[in-house]
């Protein structure tokens, strides 16, 4: 008989319409609705990628069917069969919607996955904690990948995108060297720091890698779409990294925006729009590397961290 391993795949979410915007915006301030500049502000940031359709939902969709997709092809155990759900953080399937699903189908076992690599507290460990609430209180067991940061396969596709616009740098004249890598990541309150949060290394840690495969030398890791709050945030930020270099002569720059896999408001607004601005203010050119989206490297990483939860879970049990 084959068992049903429930797959809640985890994600921030994104709202169904600008309509939408208000009611997410206030999910993600706990509740507190945004002044109305704020939600202007937030609204135009949106209309200006996409003027009102919001490709992180597409995105994320196809992520999760093409995962399942990966599970269950080349699958190692035949008395296994993968059904994955879809669990956002501030968007509707919420990620306790995701776990009711499981329950409603008669799932009893489950593995978590978060759509991000790098663990803190305060984004993935915030997204386990939701799930492994809702799954106690619904008899699910649960088990969870934190990161996979250093996965070889994420460090083989996020290479080959660095190298595939080193080398249009290239055929637009420029010498490979001359080329600065600037890897990123949302920025998350300083205080993160104090508590030992392992996201600020594991940034590093992948960043490094990337490096080595590709041959990189002139990288340098930066934050970027840091939280308008009062507190610090991590820095510097891109769009100041960028004005430094202007000073040293750097005229290419490559982005390389780690922390994410998909193709949302950080990447198509913060750095396609508002870096680029500052890009072509300086006189630098920019690119960006392409997004892993469901790149099928990428579901082989995530198919492979969540059979090996599945495997491990199987054996401590037996
Ligand atoms: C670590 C991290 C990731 C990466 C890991 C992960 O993916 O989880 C991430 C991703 C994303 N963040 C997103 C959107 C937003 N994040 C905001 C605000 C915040 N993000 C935070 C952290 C993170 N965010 C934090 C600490 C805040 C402050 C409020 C709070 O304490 O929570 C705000 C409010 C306005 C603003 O500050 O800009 C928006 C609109 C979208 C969806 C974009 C789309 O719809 O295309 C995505 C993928
Ligand atoms: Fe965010």
New binding site residues.
């Given amino acids: 008989m084959t068992t049903q391993i429930g797959v809640l795949v985890m994600?921030?979410?994104?709202?169904e319409s600008l309509d939408g915007v208000e009611a997410?915006?206030t999910h993600?301030?706990r509740g507190n609705p945004p002044s109305p500049e704020q939600l202007k502000e937030?609204k135009d940031r949106?209309e200006a990628i996409v003027g009102g359709v919001?490709?992180?939902r597409e995105n994320t969709d196809r992520q999760v069917e093409a995962l399942q997709e990966a599970l269950n092809k080349d699958n190692r155990d035949p008395e296994v069969e993968y059904v994955c759900f879809q669990g956002l953080?501030h968007a509707h399937p919420f990620i306790e919607d995701g776990v009711q699903a499981m329950a409603d189908q008669g799932i009893t076992r489950s593995v978590g996955v978060?759509?991000?690599p790098h663990y803190?507290a305060?984004?993935?460990g915030g997204?386990i904690k939701r799930a492994k609430e809702k799954a106690e209180s619904m008899g699910i067991e649960m088990a969870f990948v934190e990161s996979y940061h250093l996965h070889p396969k994420l460090i083989e596709v996020l290479a080959n995108r660095l190298s595939r616009r080193l080398d249009e740098f290239e055929e637009a004249g420029a010498n490979r060297d001359e080329v600065r890598v600037l890897f990123s990541?949302?920025s998350?309150?300083e205080r993160i720091l104090a508590t030992g949060d392992p996201y600020r290394d594991q940034l590093l840690e992948t960043s490094q890698a990337i490096a080595d495969k590709t041959g990189v030398k002139s990288w340098q890791f930066t934050w970027q779409?840091a939280?308008?709050?009062a507190e610090p945030w991590l820095g510097p930020d891109i769009l100041d990294t960028l004005r430094e270099l202007s000073k040293e002569q750097v005229k290419y720059v490559l982005s390389a925006p780690i922390?994410?896999v998909?193709d949302?408001?950080?990447v198509?607004y913060d750095l396609d729009i508002e870096a680029q601005n500052i890009a072509a203010e300086l006189d630098m050119r920019l690119m960006r590397i392409e997004s892993l989206n469901s790149d099928p490297g990428y579901m082989e990483v995530l198919s492979d961290v969540v059979r090996s939860k599945a495997d491990q879970w199987k054996a401590d049990r037996s």
């Fill in positions: 994600s921030y979410g994104t709202p997410y915006y993600i301030r937030l949106y919001f490709p992180l953080k978060v759509l991000a803190s305060m984004s993935v997204y990541a949302h998350l309150p779409s939280g308008r709050t922390g994410f998909s949302h408001l950080e198509l």
